[in-house]
């Protein structure tokens, strides 16, 4: 049964909500009616449950990285979301809501990309459960992301490259918004914690397994409690899903790290506790980056899945709860961040996951002798290019 009203709540403090147009409340309650009944089905929640066991390589391992410890003058751990399959935590949020939509009798999923990665993921998920997949993409991160690209066309995906804006991931989820409006018997698979609900609220339950199962192990392998936990926020999911699992513990810092681009002061930057204040883009209130008459910014950052205005709203609770703290990592941080794992950990990691990286080796005496998780939400091998690019500018 479809009800009128939400039946769950939609806001996280002062932000969140449903600001959308009459044409999409409709598929709105429906998504939610059917992921409450899917959340108290044992069959649906075994049969999500095997595919991220047996097909993702559930669970990711925790992994204390020794050397870089040793050089930072600290504990790191990582939680290796670079080893899901397809190469990034989003696969978990794919298979659940791809589960979700054929559970609902969808035969056609749409979704926004911006690294790439959640496109992959998504086309990915559809390909195995014999889904038609349209992916929105702009012509920006087409270009920087295009290893991505022949995946998700090789995985069966049609890829639409968005062309007007400022053609970065923005502009993909207005571009499938838009096309959700004019094909409601279509899922969109939002990629990140954002959006009108119930949307925030799905995506952080399906990532909540990155925090569960980094408490378990830690628990495992150490005692006492981790003193931080650092994860890059762009829309927000891998870090409310790594968050979820320490929130409860007071104790335990977490931090949250945006783009900060060319430098705060510079205006070029994707850091919204940085440089926004409260607004509504996409359904949702939240932190945005606007101008004083409350037109979205151009934001700047190397990494396409951090280039983004707003940020999901349950970060935006935890910000003004001062739960979390929210702090930026500059592009060049983030390029020695990359390099730094690289050459005393032999890995490769996102130039998303680079900004946790880079924020801790520039801030570590903040952190000295502290025990710290970092999310490495994924890997680098779609980043090599603009790696290459970013060395030669500096050379
Ligand atoms: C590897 C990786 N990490 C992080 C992100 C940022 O997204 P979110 O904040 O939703 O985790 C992306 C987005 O594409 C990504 O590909």
Redesign the pocket.
């Known amino acids: 049964m479809i009800h009128s009203t939400f039946q769950l709540p939609t806001q996280f403090g002062d932000f969140g909500g449903a600001y959308a147009p009459e044409t999409l409340m409709a598929s709105l309650l429906e998504l939610e009616a059917a992921w409450i009944e899917s959340r108290a089905d044992a069959s649906f929640q075994a049969e999500l449950q095997d595919l991220l066991t047996n097909y993702a390589g559930r669970a990711t391992p925790l992994y204390h990285a020794r050397r870089l410890s040793e050089e930072l003058g600290l504990e790191l751990w990582l939680k290796r979301e670079d080893l899901l399959h397809t190469g990034?935590?989003?696969l978990n949020n794919s298979l659940g809501q791809a589960l979700l939509a054929k559970r609902m009798g969808k035969t056609r999923i749409l979704a926004e990309t911006?690294?790439g990665?959640?496109g992959v993921a998504t086309a990915t998920a559809c390909a195995l459960l014999d889904l038609e997949c349209i992916i929105y993409m702009g012509a920006v991160d087409a270009a920087r992301q295009r290893p991505n690209l022949l995946r998700m066309e090789l995985l069966g995906a049609r890829v639409e490259v968005v062309e007007h804006g400022q053609q970065t991931l923005k502009d993909a989820i207005n571009e499938a918004l838009r096309a959700w409006v004019g094909d409601p018997q279509a899922h969109y698979l939002l990629?990140?914690?954002l959006g009108p609900h119930p949307f925030p609220s799905i995506v952080a339950e399906y990532q909540e397994v990155i925090g569960k199962e980094a408490r378990a192990q830690w628990q495992a392998a150490r005692s006492g409690q981790p003193d931080a936990i650092i994860a890059?926020?762009?829309?927000?999911?891998?870090?409310i899903g790594i968050f979820r699992g320490f929130v409860d513990l007071q104790d335990v810092q977490l931090i949250g790290v945006e783009a900060g681009g060319e430098g705060i002061a510079s205006g070029k930057h994707a850091a919204r506790f940085g440089g926004g204040r409260p607004g509504i883009l996409h359904g949702c209130e939240s932190y945005l980056l606007q101008d004083e008459h409350g037109q979205v910014l151009p934001t700047s950052s190397i990494s396409?899945?951090?280039d983004y205005p707003a940020v999901g709203p349950e970060h935006a609770q935890l910000h003004c709860l001062q739960r979390a703290n929210y702090v930026s990592c500059t592009d060049s941080e983030a390029l020695a961040g990359f390099e730094r794992l690289a050459r005393t950990e032999g890995i490769l990691p996102?130039l998303?996951?680079s900004h946790a990286l880079g924020w801790l080796i520039a801030k570590c005496e903040s952190l000295a002798g502290k025990r710290v998780i970092l999310n490495l939400?994924?890997r680098g091998d779609k980043d090599l290019d603009t790696v290459k690019q970013l060395r030669e500018a500096q050379a």
């Open positions: 990034a935590h989003k911006g690294a990665q959640h990629g990140s914690a890059c926020v762009g829309g927000g999911s891998n870090a396409a899945g951090l996102a998303e996951s939400s994924g």
